[in-house]
């Protein structure tokens, strides 16, 4: 099946969502229609991939991980050297009134798709300089529930010969919508027939899938004998996803001991479990990967499903926060180190001369 770390259950509302739309020149935020919602020929993300953009879910009008979806796209706009022109808590709050013009405020199933054009160009130039206007920000907000059968089958991977990492430009430290080298390894992956693709870095070792994060399960050495053991790649040339983050979180907050380092492709074919996870999917496991059953061949795995309900939790202790607690940290996260400590906010410590703080 194409895209199954992505398969959905189809859902006719979204044929019908209305899209947000930041304009950068007029900086008008509007509510369009899906058929109606363009962008100019003249757009930087469309002329070049110039642009940037996250994956976010919401559930019961709540937005996952908001303050970690949106530092990580101020960082990524940084790196770019792109203002966006508004502070988190602004843009946070053009995804509810997306959300909410969608009536999505009682759902589990919504999907964000975030996107920020750098913005209007006078003519076709590459360089940031012949941009007008602020950038352009889209959000497409779905009805998307994850396709129940493709966990109960599980992944099937497939090594491709596209390799993640340039060792002169660390591109993956961010999300930007220039994703040839991801959409390459798709294409290889579904013309073998896989669910997904899995990548190497330019030193052969096992790094991450084309769309989702990687993660394997082996028993432990020495003193971990007899235990099981999550082995998680590197952060090195890899997508820097939350939800990889996250589930290594919640896996050692529960005793799972979890090792961050580099593996071979032997080592991944012989681990216990394998799992890929991401935003939208969560931990889905791997029964195969080059035609070699994983462990047992199962979906979901022990492990992973242990997994599964550590994560969901620790989703659910994350939405019942409620919006306005949410708000809240993203307009903390707003305000400089500083004078956060003077509002009081954080609980942060700082070092001072008379060693109080």
């Known amino acids: 099946m194409v895209a199954a770390t992505h398969a959905v259950v189809p859902d006719t509302r979204n044929a019908s969502i209305l899209i947000g739309m930041r304009d950068g020149m007029s900086g008008e935020f509007r509510l369009v229609p899906r058929e109606q919602a363009t962008v100019s020929v003249f757009d930087s993300a469309f002329m070049l991939g110039d642009g940037i953009w ?14 970690d979806h949106l530092n990580r796209l101020f960082e990524s706009a940084k790196a770019m050297y792109m203002d966006l022109g508004c502070t988190r808590a602004e843009l946070l709050d053009m995804i509810h009134q997306t959300t909410d013009a969608n009536d999505m405020q009682t759902s589990d199933d919504v999907h964000i798709r975030l996107m920020v054009s750098r913005g209007l160009k006078r003519t076709p130039h590459q360089n940031p300089a012949s941009t007008i206007g602020l950038p352009l920000i889209v959000i497409i907000a779905e009805h998307k529930r994850p396709d129940p059968s493709i966990s109960e089958r599980g992944l099937k991977l497939m090594t491709v010969h596209v390799r993640r990492g340039n060792p002169d430009v660390k591109d993956e430290m961010w999300n930007h919508m220039s994703k040839a080298t991801d959409i390459q390894a798709c294409i290889q992956s579904n013309a ?3 669910d997904e693709a ?27 004998a007899g235990k099981l053991v999550i082995w998680s790649p590197t952060k090195n040339n890899q997508m820097q996803g939350i939800t990889r983050r996250r589930t290594i979180a919640v896996c050692r907050a529960a005793g799972i001991k979890v090792i961050e380092q580099d593996f071979s492709l032997t080592e991944a ?13 969560a931990q889905i496991s791997v029964t195969h990967v080059d035609g070699r059953q994983i462990g047992d061949g199962v979906s979901p795995g022990p492990m992973v499903s242990h997994i599964n309900k550590l994560y969901a ?45």
């Open 269 to 281: 074919y012989g681990a216990i479990e394998a799992f890929c996870c991401g935003t939208f999917p």
């Open 198 to 224: 899995l990548m190497l870095d330019d030193r052969g070792y096992v790094k991450t899938c084309n769309s989702t994060n990687f993660m394997i399960v082996r028993e432990g050495l020495d003193d971990d």
């Open 54 to 67: 996250e994956g976010i879910r919401s559930k019961q009008g709540v937005i996952q991980f908001a303050k």
């Open 192 to 194: 073998m027939g896989a």
């Open 313 to 357: 939790e620790h989703v659910k202790a994350d939405i019942q926060r409620g919006r306005e607690a949410v708000v809240t940290e993203v307009r903390e996260a707003d305000l400089s180190w500083a004078k956060r400590i003077g509002a009081g906010f954080g609980g942060l410590w700082v070092p001072v001369a008379n060693g109080e703080h």
